[in-house]
T-cell receptor
Framework: GAGVSQSPRYKVAKRGQDVALRCDPI?????LFWYQQALGQGPEFLTY????????KSGLPSDRFFAERPEGSVSTLKIQRTQQEDSAVYLC?????????????FGPGTRLTVL | QKEVEQNSGPLSVPEGAIASLNCTYS??????FFWYRQYSGKSPELIMS????GDKEDGRFTAQLNKASQYVSLLIRDSQPSDSATYLC???????????FGAGTTVTVRA
């Protein structure tokens, strides 16, 4: 079956531009997560949705980062006025239920490069 | 102190040998523990999960958990060149949903 998909796979932005990254979770998955992975590091949590509700956004690094999941399926991570330090791979993961022991399935990521 | 720490790599092992990966965590409230494999340029893929003290075996992989020592390890037996990847340790608190990852250990299996 189809896994988590993300688009675009690669994005180059000039400093100060706004970008929007899309995540299509596995169909029917309740939980959706965004992580940021810098080169040579493990993923760092950004935000968590349960259906359309954003239950945790404690990992968003600044108010330039905004995420939404309006219909409880597709999610968009938006970064306004991008900075060079935003360059990273942005990973989306989904999980079938809301319980804490459920496996998170990761998408291929979007590699963002800010020039 | 980082929440999840892994032994620094890279780790190079000959084909057929055992690769041993270690991970320590700082939060005693952590209840779920995961090992992910990440090939270069690819997304993390779950290979093992462990929730209680002791050993859990799945094929050539064995995860070991010691909550008293706040330590979790992964053994890869009969290492193959296809096991060459970065292995990420991740932990989750019982009242939380997010994963906290270590920086990863890169394993290279020499043919």
């Amino acid at each position: 079956g189809a896994g988590v998909s993300q688009s675009p796979r690669y994005k180059v932005a000039k400093r100060g531009q706004d970008v929007a990254l899309r995540c299509d979770p596995i169909s029917g998955h309740v939980s959706l997560f965004w992580y940021q992975q810098a080169l040579g590091q493990g993923p760092e949590f950004l935000t968590y949705f349960q259906n359309e509700a954003q239950l945790d956004k404690s990992g968003l690094p600044s108010d330039r980062f905004f995420a939404e999941r309006p219909e409880g399926s597709v999610s968009t991570l938006k970064i306004q006025r991008t900075q060079q330090e935003d360059s990273a791979v942005y990973l989306c993961a989904s999980s079938p239920q809301a319980g804490s022991n459920n496996e998170q399935f990761f998408g291929p990521g979007t590699r963002l490069t800010v020039l | 102190q980082k929440e999840v720490e892994q032994n620094s790599g890279p780790l190079s092992v000959p084909e057929g040998a055992i690769a041993s990966l270690n991970c320590t965590y700082s939060d005693r409230g952590s209840q779920s523990f995961f090992w992910y494999r990440q090939y270069s340029g690819k997304s993390p893929e779950l290979i093992m999960s462990i929730y209680s003290n002791g050993d859990k075996e799945d094929g050539r992989f064995t995860a070991q958990l010691n909550k008293a020592s706040q330590y979790v390890s992964l053994l890869i037996r009969d290492s193959q060149p296809s096991d060459s990847a970065t292995y990420l340790c991740a932990v989750k608190r019982s009242n939380d949903y997010k994963l906290s990852f270590g920086a990863g250990t890169t394993v290279t299996v020499r043919a």
